[in-house]
């Protein structure tokens, strides 16, 4: 699967193209099915240098089929997620990854497999919204940025001042969003030992 561009977007195919050519990747995630500590998962990962990790058709594709895989073969999930949020260079087609996600993601959770959702810096608007926060297990990087809408946003919007450390893994695992805080170094073994108990 290749993005095309549905709206005729301005520099959104030169966009691609070098986006294709720094990162070595066609779109902005990598999935399939893998092994952690020799359990098989499937597995999405997101890579914030393509186009800031957003979220168009091709990445919702990826990441609905990631999930239908899971459901089907009775796998563990686990997303990895760094981005900015839906990827308007294709409008609609992009908002509606949200929707396309949380049904194949609310299919997945009738059965007895569990989710493993990490989050990077930044992850942000539609993925935070859909799939990235909906999981059995919600585990950040330290410092990691995360929400919705970015903070200068919500505060021109609302006219206040937002709490310091707003939108950080630690204040979003202080208010209940966020489980664990774990560095990427250790994010292996941590897996590993949720797998364990969890699957």
């Known amino acids: 699967m290749t993005a095309a561009d549905p709206l005729g977007f301005e520099g959104y195919v030169e966009k691609l193209e070098s986006a294709r050519k720094k990162t070595g990747l066609d779109d902005a995630v990598v999935s399939g099915v893998a092994r952690i500590g020799g359990r098989p998962v499937a597995l999405a990962a997101m890579d914030f240098r393509f186009i800031g990790g957003s979220m168009g058709s091709v990445v919702g594709e990826r990441v609905a089929r990631t999930i239908e895989i899971a459901y089907d073969e009775g796998l563990p999930l686990i997303t990895v997620s760094a981005s900015g949020g839906a990827r308007m260079y294709e409008g609609i087609y992009s908002l509606m990854q949200m929707a396309k996600t949380s049904v194949a ?5 009738t059965g007895s497999c569990p989710y493993v959702s990490v989050l990077t810096d930044p992850t942000f608007g539609g993925v935070t919204a859909s799939f990235a926060t909906s999981a059995d297990v919600v585990i950040a990087e330290p410092k990691a940025r995360i929400g919705f809408a970015g903070a200068r946003v919500i ?8 709490p310091e450390g707003f939108q950080t893994a630690e204040f979003q695992r202080e208010h209940g969003l966020v489980d664990r805080i774990v560095h990427r170094l250790a994010l292996k073994e941590d897996l590993e030992r949720f797998l364990r108990f969890l699957a």
């Open 105 to 109: 993601l609310s299919r997945y959770m």
């Open 155 to 162: 505060e021109q919007t609302t006219k206040e001042r937002l």
